[in-house]
């Protein structure tokens, strides 16, 4: 539990999970404040979730009321939008864990956001290593397509 401030002038996240694998953890965001395009809404990639991801998610940065709930799984991408508003976007958080689950170490080991940019918008590039279907180790890591009919 605790509380996220964008102060005034905060620039726009960048988009994240806060865990990339873990089932059974879910945050709830209350804003203690009504949120509006200016003061830098959470904005959320649809979907992304589930594995595989989807390509070129759909993103929603919901405007609500002060005290409004928003719950959504760790796993989800999101990002607080930039706050050009004139005062501070206070919102607080709760994270629930199924019974048995722990939350392993915060924001650990994701992978990069080019990577998972280039999953989102080209299904044929692997969402775990960011290569393509058909690279393999041997070709150095270069971007490389072979045509399937040989
Ligand atoms: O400020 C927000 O809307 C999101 C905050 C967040 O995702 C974070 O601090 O990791």
Redesign the pocket.
């Known amino acids: 539990m605790g509380v996220?401030i964008?102060l005034d002038g905060a620039p726009r996240?960048q988009w994240?999970p806060?865990s990339q694998f873990q089932d059974g953890l879910l945050n709830v965001f209350i804003p203690l404040v009504d949120l509006s395009p200016r003061n830098?809404p959470?904005e959320l990639a649809l979907g992304t979730h589930r594995v595989p991801k989807p390509c070129c998610p759909t993103a929603v940065a919901p405007l609500l009321e002060k005290g409004s709930v928003l719950i959504f799984d760790w796993r989800v991408w999101?990002?607080?939008l930039g706050n050009t508003s004139g005062a501070e976007r206070p919102?607080a958080y709760v994270t629930y864990a199924r019974a048995g689950v722990e939350a392993a170490s915060y924001k650990a080991g994701l992978p990069s956001l080019d990577a998972w940019e280039a999953v989102w918008c080209n299904p044929s590039v692997d969402a775990e290593s960011g290569r393509h279907a058909h690279e393999s180790e041997e070709e150095g890591g270069e971007r490389h397509e072979v045509d399937d009919d040989g």
Do not use: A, E, Y
Request: charged share 20%; proline share 0%.
């Open positions: 996220v964008s996240q994240h806060d830098g959470t999101h990002r607080g919102v």
